[in-house]
C-alpha cells in the first residue's frame, strides 16, 4: 500500500469565496504514483468547506446568496459563539451545510469523475491562510 | 489491496425521485471479494446525492416537502445560474444538503451497517439516465 | 493492509445533545497500530450525526438553535414520518444537515487535524443508547 500526503494553502482576500482547486488535486495523483484507491481531500479549517460541483459562476452566486439566507451573518452579536469576540458563527453553520470533505475515487492514476465534477474550496471567513488536506491511499 | 470499480445507473421518470440502491451496492461488494475494507458510493452528476437513511416513505415525502422549502425550484429565473439556459439550479441546492457520497465500512465480505441504514440516491433533476459511481478497497 | 473496527457507544440524556468523541477515536488509532490510512467515523443510527467542527459551547448552542430552525421539531404531526408513530422525522432531517459521517487521514500514526478540528457525535433523539462506527484502514 502507498500513501500520499500533501496540504494546499490558500488566501481568499474576501469573507467569503470559491477556489476550483482540481487540478491541485489531479497534481497530487500524479505525483503519489498511486493508481488505484481513495483520494480524501478535506479543509483543516473550520470555517471553510470541500465540495465537488459545477463550475459555473453563476451557480456559485446562487450558492452563496442561499447560505447567506439559510445562515445569515447578521446579526453578529445573535450568535453566542460570537460573545467570544469572534464575528464568524454564520461560517461555521455554512460549512456544516457544504460540508467538509470529499473522498474520490482513483482509478487508472486519475480523479474517477463524472463530466461534471470539479472539486472547489468555499472559504467563508477568509482573508487570512488556510489549508486542505490531500490524503491518497492506495496501489 | 484489492479494488473494485463499477457504475450503476438510474433513470427517475421525474424530476425527483429516490431510489434505494442498498442492494445493487451489496452485490458490489460480493462481487469484489473484499472482505475488510471502505466502500464509496458517489453520485456522478452534480444534481442528485448518495445518502444513507431510513426506507421509510414517508421520511421520503417529508424530505423532498423540506428540501423544496430549504431551496426552492421556483423561481426559475431568481437564480443566475437559470440564466445559462438550465432550469435546475435548486436541484444543484438540493444535492448540497443531501451530499454527494457516502463511506461504508466493508467487514467480513459485507456492509457494516446500523439496523436502520439504508444507501438512497436522491434525484433532484431526473428524466435522464444519470450514474452512481462503487470503489471498493480493501482485501 | 490492515484494518481496525471498534464501535463507541452512547447514551445522551435528552432528546438533543453534543458530545465530544475525539478521544475515543484517537484511542482507536494507537490500539489499531496503523500508522498511515484512513478513518471512517459514523453514526450507525440515523437520527444522529458525526462531524468535525470547533469545541465551543456557545458554537455548539448557535447549531443546536439553528438546526432547530431549519427543520423544527414541531408541529410532531406536520410530518408523515410521525404517522407511524414516531416523533422523530425532524431528527433524520436534522442529521441530514449535519452529516453522517467524517473521513479522517491517518499519518504518523495519529489524526491528522488542522489546530481546532474536533470530532462530535450530534444526537437528535436521544434518551437510549445509540452506536457509533471506527472503520480504520492502512498500515
Not at 72 to 92: F, I, K, Q
Not at 97 to 112: F, H, K, N, S, Y
Request: contains cysteine.
Amino acid at each position: 500500500m502507498k500513501t500520499f500526503r500533501k496540504e494546499i494553502w490558500l488566501n481568499v482576500p474576501d469573507r467569503r469565496g470559491l477556489v476550483n482547486i482540481t487540478s491541485e488535486v489531479n497534481d497530487c495523483i500524479k505525483e503519489s504514483g498511486i493508481r488505484e484507491g481513495l483520494c480524501l481531500v478535506n479543509a483543516m479549517n473550520i470555517t471553510s468547506s470541500v465540495f465537488i460541483n459545477d463550475d459555473e459562476r453563476g451557480l456559485h452566486q446562487d450558492m452563496d446568496d442561499w447560505l447567506e439566507k439559510l445562515a445569515p451573518h447578521e446579526s453578529v452579536n445573535g450568535y453566542r459563539h460570537n460573545l467570544t469576540g469572534e464575528d464568524n458563527a454564520d461560517a461555521h453553520l455554512k460549512r456544516s451545510v457544504m460540508g467538509r470533505e470529499v473522498v474520490i475515487a482513483v482509478t487508472d492514476g486519475r480523479l474517477d469523475f463524472g463530466t461534471w465534477e470539479q472539486i472547489f474550496y468555499f472559504e467563508f471567513d477568509g482573508r487570512r491562510r488556510k489549508h486542505v488536506l490531500v490524503k491518497i491511499i492506495g496501489e
